[in-house]
């Protein structure tokens, strides 16, 4: 079972859509955390005037508005918000894909479990009544309606089995859906 859960957070494309999503949100919150610094500019400039002697210029610049900080943490905290949401949301998947796989993995079990039974011992116990009572309405020892009650016993019994063998390959099914087969 644990072997194949890990194989389903493997291939789940819904976990990679889901971790996409917080990489985006952790960069997202990284750049929110970095516009807190102020912008910095920093320019160079050559001057040339024929007869003149060529100059450069240096400037170095830097923006620090009056309350700046007020706006940034509105952004930072959205960021990490929207960062915090992303990661308990794959989280959450996880879960969800973990449980399935188990609820999956449990009805696969239980269908077999039910086909073992059927096939060790219910079975060939239906066949053996049957033909008993078969064989007593040959000997003229019971009356017709209860070999037919035999007969409908033991086709009752097929169709269980039967229907069994469905529940095993829906199950199978949906577990290998559930494992992202």
Do not use: N
Request: overall charge neutral; charged content about 25%.
């Amino acid at each position: 079972l644990g072997a194949l859960q890990e194989r389903a957070l493997a291939a789940r494309p819904e976990l990679l859509r889901l971790s996409l999503a917080v990489a985006r949100a952790g960069l997202l919150h990284a750049q929110a955390k970095k516009s807190y610094l102020p912008d910095v500019e920093v320019g160079v400039a050559r001057h040339r005037i024929s007869a003149e002697p060529t100059t450069w210029d240096v400037t170095l610049a830097a923006s620090v508005p009056l309350f700046f900080w007020q706006p940034k943490r509105g952004e930072i905290a959205a960021a990490s918000a929207s960062l915090t949401a992303a990661e308990q949301e794959a989280e959450h998947v996880r879960r969800s894909i973990r449980l399935e796989v188990e609820e999956a993995w449990r009805r696969v079990e239980t269908a077999r479990d039910q086909i073992r039974r059927f096939e060790t011992g219910i079975l060939e116990k239906a066949e053996q009544s049957h033909a008993m009572f078969a064989f007593a309405y040959a000997e003229g020892e019971i009356e017709g309606l209860e070999l037919i009650a035999a007969r409908r016993t033991l086709l009752e019994t097929r169709q269980a089995y039967a229907e069994a063998l469905y529940e095993s390959g829906v199950a199978t099914a949906a577990l290998r859906r559930a494992v992202g087969g």
